[in-house]
C-alpha cells in the first residue's frame, strides 16, 4: 500500500505555471506507476497525466498535451506535474494515483490522494 499526498494548489491567472508535487510514502514506490487525474464540479475523475515505474515513458489526456509535463523523482518517493499556459478550463481539483502494473493509456489508479485545488482565474 501507498499513501500519498499532494500540494502545490492555488489560485494563478490565466496563462500562468504551476507545479504540483505528490509525495508518496513507503519503501516501494518504483512498483508503482503514477499518474494524474482532475475533477470538474459536478463531473466524474478525468485523466490528465501517466507515467511509468521509471519514467521511460508517459502519456498525457488530449486536453493537456503539450502544455503539462509529468515526471518523477523515484529518490524521492515523489511525483510531479508542471503545468504551463494555464487556461480557466484547467480549473479543477487535481488528484495523484499510484497504480502497480498499469498500463499508461487505461490507466485507472488504485490508490489516491487527498486532492489539491487549482484555480485558474481569467
Known amino acids: 500500500q501507498v499513501q500519498l499526498v499532494e500540494s502545490g494548489g492555488r489560485l494563478v491567472q490565466a496563462g500562468d505555471s504551476l507545479k504540483l508535487s505528490c509525495a508518496a510514502s513507503?519503501?516501494?514506490?518504483?512498483?508503482?506507476?503514477m499518474g494524474w487525474f482532475r475533477q470538474f464540479p459536478g463531473k466524474e475523475r478525468e485523466f490528465v497525466a501517466g507515467?511509468?515505474?521509471?519514467?521511460?515513458?508517459?502519456y498525457y489526456a488530449d486536453s493537456v498535451k503539450g502544455r503539462f509535463t509529468i515526471f518523477r523523482d523515484n529518490a524521492k518517493n515523489s511525483v510531479h506535474l508542471q503545468m504551463n499556459s494555464l487556461k480557466p478550463e484547467d480549473t479543477a481539483i487535481y488528484y495523484c494515483?499510484?497504480?502497480?502494473?498499469?498500463?499508461?493509456?487505461?490507466?485507472?489508479?488504485?490508490?489516491w490522494g487527498q486532492g489539491t485545488q487549482v484555480t485558474v482565474s481569467s
Open positions: 507515467i511509468s515505474r521509471f519514467g521511460a515513458n508517459t
Open positions: 513507503g519503501r516501494t514506490f518504483t512498483t508503482y506507476a
Open positions: 494515483a499510484a497504480e502497480r502494473g498499469a498500463t499508461l493509456s487505461r490507466f485507472r489508479g488504485d490508490y
